[in-house]
């Protein structure tokens, strides 16, 4: 039953220490030198080892923290490791920001179970028990504490109480690793986590479970921990100096056995670095291991045409570049005037999640092969995978996508939020390609969240980048055109607090929707079929604006463009399908025929509707439902000026809604009254 069990919950099979590094960061390699960090590691040790009593006031809960690279993540992954071995590990859980599911939790909890279930196989029956009692428990519609409480702590306390891990408990309590707190990108549901961790263990004292937890000071976090209930550890305070030249001194000589070019020079000038090298050095680093490991990959990495420098040059130069940022600006200029650079390390540094080289290739539409050339020459920065099929190229360190993604430190290398717009759009495109079918990969799930991305960035001139993409050139050949994007993410920004314009919203949709269905490109009829969730966070919320005559003329226009385009289309499909029937009838062959969408019939062409008029549509979205709700508020528009019988025809007061009601449609467009709910 545990495997079954396991498959049911569905873990995250890269968020624990068993996870390869390499393509699942943090990778920490230079912090997890052997013989490192001892005295820091002895710490933790003999807090997890004391034992529950209690009358004694230890703490259930430990917080590492310290800053960006001090090497958090590879005490984390010790402590885990230690603790596998000797059977007394839990779980383990690295957060790691843009990795997909492991920068939320979602998924926290079902991950801690299923490793549960592996540690301690006695707990299966009690979360089996859990989830038949409570068939929602696995789904996001139940809290994050109510998931933690029954999946993971009760069930190892009822194996605790039946004493079926008692030989193990012998050695001490059991841990539960969680390493990376602020790179989980849900604050709320971090000190949601946190709350209901410290009230469990001021509920049950006694229960042998500790929590060891890493990560930034972040106010979020910070506020909940620092308290008499957690035991805290400031890394910054464990000078780290002799740890960082052991892995300096370590990582060089091993280096040296293979490079011609270092043997060569230490046959001929002696040992290098020397020591006043690996003195300066150190100093130069000042405690930081994520520091040590870019800057020993600057010096060692291979020559280049246009960097043809050796590593005893490079050591010097290293020393002039004062952090992390001087040396990201020299590793990413090795490739700068490559093909392709700016959208291969733009891509990179917003994806939502990593991926292999040879899906990034496809989503911009590029060769495989040119993205290796660019990557290559940055992998003091950047892991780059050994096969293009299967690894995934991911930064070493998340403050080379904070670097690339803050203007005043990476200048000319800066990564706009505006590139969202590209990104979500080449998604989008994707989606439609016949070659791999609506469900792509990496589009299907993402599109929508990187225009939500451009849309609510205030460093972005919203309708001036919207005019851009419209002359924009795109790498792709077979794609949608960029009329059907345009529509339906200008229609869907409608559920957006945050949207300036409405009424630019509604006509701009109106018009790229015209252009998407005159348009002679294959993929349209797809596109008007095809029905799209866009993942956006929803608030209530209610605006009115002034609906004008002006803005009336304007979708009328464009709708019925838009329907004599669609009924022209129809009228074609359905002389093509006689054709080929008639042809095929002949030779005596049959065949099945898939209904096109372009003969299901408008809705609202044409119709007048009473007062008492009420219409839902399902918006999740297609180009057919975007057409039959401005359809709607076109006709809903004539109809009261002619019930007001008021001319010249004064403004309408429309009004836009967004409810937030579990079975009902969230989005809802009224004139006075009148409403059409749409489900986006």
């Not at 604050?187 to 500790?210: A, N």
């Not at 005037?337 to 991926?355: G, V, W």
Request: some cysteine; charged content about 20%.
């Amino acid at each position: 039953m545990p495997s079954d069990l396991i498959l049911r919950l569905n873990p995250i099979v890269d968020a624990s220490h068993t996870r390869n590094r390499k393509t699942s960061p943090p990778d920490s390699e230079s912090a997890c030198f052997p013989g490192t960090r001892k005295v820091v590691i002895r710490g933790i040790t003999s807090w997890i080892d004391t034992r529950i009593i209690l009358s004694t006031t230890t703490a259930h809960v430990y917080w590492l923290h310290g800053f960006a690279g001090s090497g958090k993540s590879a005490i984390s992954l010790e402590i885990a490791r230690i603790y596998a071995g000797s059977g007394r590990l839990l779980a383990s859980y690295f957060f790691f920001r843009n990795a997909g599911d492991r920068s939320g939790v979602a998924r926290f909890a079902a991950t801690l179970a299923g490793q549960l279930v592996a540690a301690v196989p006695a707990t299966a029956s009690f979360i089996q028990a859990a989830i038949e009692a409570e068939p929602g428990l696995l789904t996001q519609g139940v809290s994050l504490a109510t998931q933690l409480e029954r999946l993971v702590y009760e069930p190892f306390r009822a194996a605790v109480k039946r004493g079926v891990i008692f030989k193990t408990l012998i050695k001490g309590p059991f841990v539960v690793v969680v390493d990376g707190l602020d790179e989980c990108e849900d604050k709320q549901g971090v000190m949601d986590f946190i709350d209901h961790m410290l009230d469990y263990f001021k509920r049950h004292p006694s229960i042998p479970l500790r929590f060891f937890i890493a990560s930034r000071v972040e106010e979020h976090i910070r506020t909940r921990l620092q308290n008499d209930i957690a035991l805290l550890d400031n890394l910054d305070d464990h000078v780290a100096d002799k740890d960082i030249e052991m892995f300096l001194e370590g990582s060089f000589q091993a280096v040296a056995l293979n490079d011609r070019v270092i043997q060569e020079y230490v046959r001929a000038h002696g040992k290098w670095p020397t020591q006043s090298d690996m003195n300066q050095l150190v100093k130069h680093i000042k405690g930081s291991f994520v520091l040590a490991s870019a800057v020993f990959k600057f010096i060692v990495q291979p020559a280049t045409e246009e960097d043809p420098s050796t590593p005893m040059e490079r050591l010097p130069l290293t020393l002039k570049l004062n952090g992390l940022d001087p040396l990201y600006t020299q590793t990413l200029a090795r490739s700068q005037h490559l093909p392709h650079f700016p959208h291969i390390i733009s891509a990179i540094a917003l994806l939502e999640r990593p991926l292999p080289i040879v899906e990034i290739a496809t989503l911009l539409a590029i060769e495989g092969f040119e993205i290796v050339h660019v990557l290559l020459n940055l992998q003091a920065i950047i892991h780059v995978p050994g096969t293009d099929e299967e690894g995934k190229v991911t930064v070493c360190h998340t403050s080379l996508r904070d670097f690339l993604t803050t203007a005043s430190r990476s200048g000319r290398f800066f990564v706009p939020p505006s590139f969202h717009l590209y990104l979500s759009y080449w998604s989008f495109s994707f989606l439609f390609e016949t070659s791999r079918g609506p469900d792509y990969g990496y589009g299907w799930g993402y599109f929508g969240r990187h225009w939500r991305c451009f849309a609510l960035s205030g460093a972005c001139n919203f309708v001036n980048e919207i005019e851009r993409l419209k002359v924009f050139q795109p790498l792709h050949t077979d794609k949608v055109p960029h009329y059907a994007f345009l529509c339906s993410m200008l229609f869907s920004s409608l559920s957006l607090e945050s949207l300036d314009d409405i009424l630019y919203a509604l006509t701009e949709s109106a018009n790229q929707l015209a252009l998407a269905v005159e348009s002679p490109e294959r993929h349209i009829e797809l596109w008007l079929e095809q029905l799209l969730v866009y993942d956006y966070t929803l608030d209530d919320f209610g605006r009115t604006v002034q609906f004008t005559e002006q803005t009336y003329e304007a979708l009328k226009h464009d709708l019925q463009r838009a329907s004599t385009a669609i009924r022209a289309k129809v009228c074609l499909l359905n002389f093509i399908l006689l054709a080929l029937t008639r042809k095929i009838e002949s030779t005596g062959t049959s065949v099945v025929f898939r209904k096109s969408i372009l003969q299901i019939s408008l809705n609202w062409t044409g119709k007048k509707l009473r007062s008492d008029d009420n219409v839902n549509f399902q918006l999740e979205l297609s180009g057919i439902n975007i057409f039959n709700a401005l359809e709607w508020i076109v006709a809903r528009a004539e109809f009261k000026w002619e019930e007001a019988k008021i001319t010249p025809r004064r403004p309408l007061e429309f009004t836009l809604k967004v409810h937030q009601v579990p079975g009902f449609n969230p989005l809802v467009f009224s004139f006075d009254g009148a409403h059409v709910a749409s489900d986006i």
